[in-house]
Structure formats: C-alpha cells, structure tokens
C-alpha cells in the first residue's frame, strides 16, 4: 500500500475522532513516513513498517480513550441494516414485477389505481405506527427518540416513494 492510500484508509479508521485530531495524527504519520523514505525505503516498505492497518487505528483509539469494539459494533449494525435495505428492495422489485400490467391504457389505470390503493394504506397504516412509536421514544428517551424517529420517517418515506415509482414504471411501461 502506498503513502496515499494508507493516510486515506487512516484517516477513515480514526473519523470519530475530532478533525483536529485526526488531522495531527495523520499529519505525523506522513512526516513519519516521508522520514523513512529519507532513509532509503520505498513508501511501500514504510507503509508496512505500521503493520495492519486496523490494528493501528485500535491502538491510537485506545490512546484517545475510544473504545474500538464499540466503533467496529456500530459499523456491523450499519452494515447489517444496509444488506437488509437492499435484499428488502430486492425483494419488493421482484414482487412489483410479477404484478399484472393489463393490455390497453383504461386497464393499465384501473390496476394502477387498485395498486395505489393498496399503497395508500400501508402508507397510513405507517403514519399511524409512527404515531405510536414517536409518544413511546419520545417518553423513553427524549429528544434522542425524536431523532430516531424522524430518522426512520425520512428513510421509509424514501423507500415508499421508491416503490410508488416502481408500481408506476411497472404499469405503464410498454411492452416490447
């Protein structure tokens, strides 16, 4: 790995800490390295000289007193809730196309009303599942539970405005 990509891969292991931080962490790393390349080692060698990358980015966050199984936690759970994401809309597309489409533009619009239909009341069925769980995490955890919340609102927004389009594509799309 070269100088470049090894500050890159660095910096993004140690992106909890405060920019300043990192920004001296990673300033020291290059002079460290442009030093060993002084000597005679290809930036290469000096890369290696640090070991695994990951282990070097625990080491300085113990130093700064930040727990890295709870970085490396946070990560899975983000990862997790990201394969989730795409294996759900994988699975709505496919259950999108499998739908009827009918022949002529009067048939297309009367399955794509019933369609809609069928999307407006999960939509509401949403609306009033967040109602109750925003009352139970705003009591819970206060403004905190609103931030999640309005978190959550804002991505099942966007995945149901992604299936809307979706239904709508499938409709109307012509036939070849």
Do not use: C
Not at 85 to 114: A, C, Q
Not at 148 to 157: D, E, G, R
Request: net charge negative; hydrophobic share 45%.
């Amino acid at each position: 790995m070269n100088k470049s990509k090894f500050l890159e891969s660095l910096e993004r292991e140690l992106k909890i800490l405060h920019e300043d931080e990192r920004k001296d962490i990673i300033d020291e790393y290059s002079l460290h390295i442009d030093q060993e390349i002084e000597k005679g080692l290809t930036e290469e060698q000096a890369v290696e000289n640090f070991g695994n990358i990951n282990e070097l980015a625990t080491e300085i966050l113990a130093a700064y007193k930040v727990d890295s199984q709870i970085m490396n936690k946070g990560r899975n759970i983000i990862e997790k809730t990201v394969n989730a994401i795409e294996r759900l809309m994988k699975s709505v597309s496919d259950m999108i196309k499998s739908l009827p489409k009918g022949k002529n533009f009067g048939n297309k619009s009367i399955i794509y009303v019933i369609y809609l239909s069928f999307w407006g009341i999960v939509l509401a069925m949403e609306i009033a599942v967040y109602n109750l769980v925003g009352k139970v995490l705003s009591f819970l955890l206060g403004g905190f539970g609103v931030f999640i919340l309005v978190i959550t609102i804002i991505l099942v927004s966007i995945l149901m405005l992604i299936i809307l389009i979706e239904i709508t594509i499938h409709v109307f799309k012509r036939e070849k």
